[in-house]
């Protein structure tokens, strides 16, 4: 039987992310990555909008990101192999997230703690935040906040960086669906695929949002559904414009895109609990449209070109990542229930994990709050920035 001393189930950011990290950080051990889709038609990663974002409410989510960013800025040089160095079209552009008469006393709290832990978010009046974007129709709007640090990436190239570096490092990759994981006294002994069994006493579950039904698979509960959302990309009037990411008092969000485009999405009637990724073509005209063309009155002639559904990695329990091991496997690792929020946390993500697969603890950042410990402690994280 063939062995390996680590298999990852999973080829999407936080699989690869997690190879990269342990390779890099100078694990001397094997590592497998089995990912079902060669093609990762459905996997979030590639359908992700690709913002990122320190102003969350939260201590933990807020370095989380930090650190990302921090490894998003040097990207191209920890990623570079003899093939070259990957480019994510990173744009610090920031967030601009509209608050109304509800929501501002909350953007005052959180401006509070994003400030003490040194992210520079300013509070804005709706006129400032029209200097910004000065297209907008600020009815509505009593306040605003803004992070230049902030901003948005491609998702797809970040997925690529990771992967061809942990290769290059020497992770291997096979295409198989992982249908089943042994187990002895101990935890875990061995992956099963179709066609064969690979022993091994650590397996990573990064099945993204299959995560809580993969687990289910092998006799385990992890708090993960799929939770769909859909995206939309349209063409706009406005020509050599870049936007930050505007985060509407409605939820509804965009942010520039290429040639003179917008990538916009929010909360629309057909997000459900589901695998089927359709896209929601209709409710472009129902829910987002409107709300784009009510903030910035000349998106009433945009174009609507193209979008897809996704997969969010929904934690129905409290909406954050679950990271650490399994308290009822040992030898299962989880990195999931990002919800939305993958991406901007996936560098910080990945590190922790290997560095708690290869030293039993956490050495860059204390990701503990994230364990799944947590719900069985009644310890939940009450993240209230969640768009
Ligand atoms: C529409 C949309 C917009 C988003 N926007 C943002 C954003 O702006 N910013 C942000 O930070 N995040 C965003 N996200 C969230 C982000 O995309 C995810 O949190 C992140 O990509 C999750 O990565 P992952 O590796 O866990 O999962 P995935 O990328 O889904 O990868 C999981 C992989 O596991 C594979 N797999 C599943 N089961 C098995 C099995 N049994 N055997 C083998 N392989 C298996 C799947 O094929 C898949 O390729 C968005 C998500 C969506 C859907």
Redesign the pocket.
């Given at each position: 039987m063939k062995t390996t001393d680590v298999v990852i189930?999973?080829?999407?950011?936080?699989?690869?992310?997690t190879a990269y990290n342990l390779m890099a950080d100078g694990f001397r051990g094997s590592v497998l990555l089995?990912?079902?889709?060669p093609l990762?038609?459905?996997?979030?990663?590639?359908?992700?909008?690709?913002?990122?974002r320190q102003q969350f409410a939260t201590e933990i989510n807020i370095r989380v990101v930090r650190y990302a960013v921090s490894v998003y800025r040097d990207f191209a040089e920890l990623m570079e192999t003899p093939n070259g160095r990957p480019d994510i079209s990173m744009r610090q552009n920031g967030y601009l997230f509209l608050a109304s008469e509800k929501t501002w006393p909350a953007f005052q709290r959180r401006h509070e703690l994003q400030t003490r832990l040194g992210i520079k978010v300013s509070l804005m009046t709706p006129e400032q935040a029209c200097e910004l974007v000065p297209e907008m129709d600020p009815t509505g709007v009593v306040g605003a906040a803004f992070c230049p640090d902030d901003g948005?990436l491609d998702?797809y190239s970040v997925?690529q960086g990771f992967e061809a570096k942990a290769r290059h490092l020497g992770v291997k990759c096979e295409y198989?669906?992982?249908?089943d994981v042994e187990k002895d006294g101990q935890g875990v002994t061995a992956v099963k695929?179709k066609t064969e069994t690979i022993a091994t006493r650590t397996v990573v579950n990064?099945?993204?949002?299959?995560?809580g039904?993969?687990a289910r698979?092998i006799g385990v509960e992890v708090p993960v559904r799929p939770w769909?959302?859909?995206?939309y990309v349209c063409r706009t009037p406005l020509s050599g414009r870049e936007f930050p990411?505007v985060v509407d008092t409605t939820g509804v969000h965009f942010r520039s895109e290429t040639g003179n485009r917008i990538v916009a999405?929010g909360a629309t009637a057909s997000d459900s609990v589901t695998f089927d990724?359709a896209w929601d073509k209709p409710a472009f005209e129902d829910v987002i449209w409107p709300a784009l063309a009510n903030r910035i009155p000349c998106f009433d002639t945009l174009l609507l070109e193209k979008g897809?559904?996704?997969?969010?990695?929904e934690n129905p329990i409290d909406h954050n990542a679950i990271i650490g091991r399994h308290p009822d496997l040992p030898g299962f690792y989880l990195?999931?229930g990002?919800?939305?929020?993958?991406?901007?946390?996936?560098p910080a993500a990945g590190k922790g994990l290997a560095e708690l697969i290869m030293r039993n603890e956490f050495r860059t950042l204390d990701l503990s709050d994230l364990s799944p410990t947590r719900f069985a402690a009644g310890k939940l994280i009450v993240e209230e920035a969640i768009i």
């Open positions: 189930v999973g080829g999407g950011v936080m699989g690869w992310c089995i990912e079902r889709d990762r038609r459905n996997t979030s990663t590639s359908l992700a909008v690709g913002g990122f948005y998702p997925l198989a669906e992982v249908i695929t990064a099945t993204g949002a299959w995560a039904e993969f698979q769909r959302r859909q995206v990411m999405a990724v897809w559904g996704g997969l969010y990695d990195i999931n990002f919800s939305g929020h993958g991406l901007m946390q996936a």
